[in-house]
């Protein structure tokens, strides 16, 4: 475990933002971490992945990780996330540019930026969709109930009693930041590995967002596949597809973009599940949010 010491000073500059480099770190720890069968919600994804990356990268990235450790290496390639490097491309040439030009991580990067067309791109739309719907609700919190109301409810064994924030971590640490800046880094990967990063302009951490449960969605027609669906013999097909995009807030339109259905059929399901007590909907600005409620997760664990 993290343990963080914040003073007021820094509580007052906590911020969120997202970095696909942490998430393709992340990720390479899910497959390291899990020779065998990778369990929920990563299942799917590592089945594809471990299916279609050519054998050669799976075997050159395979030696980097007994080599280095990735637990040690990762940390010393991600940087502070910054908004202004938000795509893959960006902040590898950032990590280039710090890192020199060495023969042998020339092939880190090359082998980094294969895995990521392969893993990681073909999914980054909604995966980013996701990321980006948590750093707003989460955003809310911060500007209307504060940063401590923000950081009590970020879950995932994430615990908030003042002044000390205290994270999963593969060890043990204890960290004091006075005076500085707190980044927190939502990733779907973070079962695979946790990040810390210090540095002079401040410390970035990730933590288990709760996007995570979208990877259910990205394999949503292999599940749409299985001979006895109860969930789908319950609700109808479309339904529970419906059903198992909302363990997040989403709004229509990602949800009919996520399962490949018009926005008209999306609004229909929505309006049903909703009357039913199954989701909740909440209003942020100018967009609508749906999220399943109690009795739709109780559902969801029952019948899948």
Do not use: C, N
């Amino acid at each position: 475990m993290i343990r963080i010491d914040l003073d007021e000073d820094t509580l007052r500059t906590v911020r969120l933002t997202l970095s696909p480099l942490w998430e393709t770190f992340g990720s390479l720890g899910v497959l390291a971490r899990y020779r065998g069968e990778v369990p929920a919600p990563y299942t799917e994804w590592a089945r594809a992945v471990r299916r279609t990356l050519p054998t050669g990268l799976a075997d050159d990235l395979a030696g980097v990780l007994r080599d280095a450790g990735l637990s040690r290496l990762a940390p010393e390639f991600v940087s502070l996330p910054d908004p202004a490097r938000d795509t893959f491309a960006a902040e590898l040439d950032h990590l280039r540019r710090m890192r020199g030009d060495r023969a042998e991580e020339r092939h880190l990067f090359v082998l980094l930026s294969r895995y990521w067309d392969r893993a990681l791109a073909p999914h980054w739309h909604r995966i980013r969709s996701s990321l980006e719907e948590e750093i707003l609700l989460r955003g809310r919190t911060l500007a209307v109930e504060g940063v401590e109301a923000m950081l009590g409810e970020l879950g995932g064994r994430v615990l908030w009693s003042r002044p000390r924030l205290t994270v999963p971590y593969h060890r043990d640490l204890d960290l004091s930041i006075a005076r500085s800046r707190l980044l927190l880094v939502p990733t779907v990967f973070a079962g695979g590995l946790r990040l810390l990063v210090e540095e002079p302009e401040g410390v970035a951490m990730s933590y288990q967002a709760r996007a995570t449960g979208r990877l259910r969605v990205l394999t949503a027609g292999a599940d749409g596949d299985r001979t006895e669906d109860r969930l789908a013999l319950l609700l109808g097909r479309g339904r529970a597809q419906v059903v198992r995009a909302l363990e997040l807030p989403m709004t229509t339109t990602d949800v009919a973009e996520a399962l490949g259905l018009a926005k008209s059929t999306v609004s229909q399901h929505l309006a049903i599940l909703s009357g039913s007590g199954v989701v909740w909907k909440r209003r942020i600005g100018a967009s609508v949010f749906y999220q399943l409620d109690q009795s739709g997760l109780a559902l969801l664990r029952q019948l899948g």
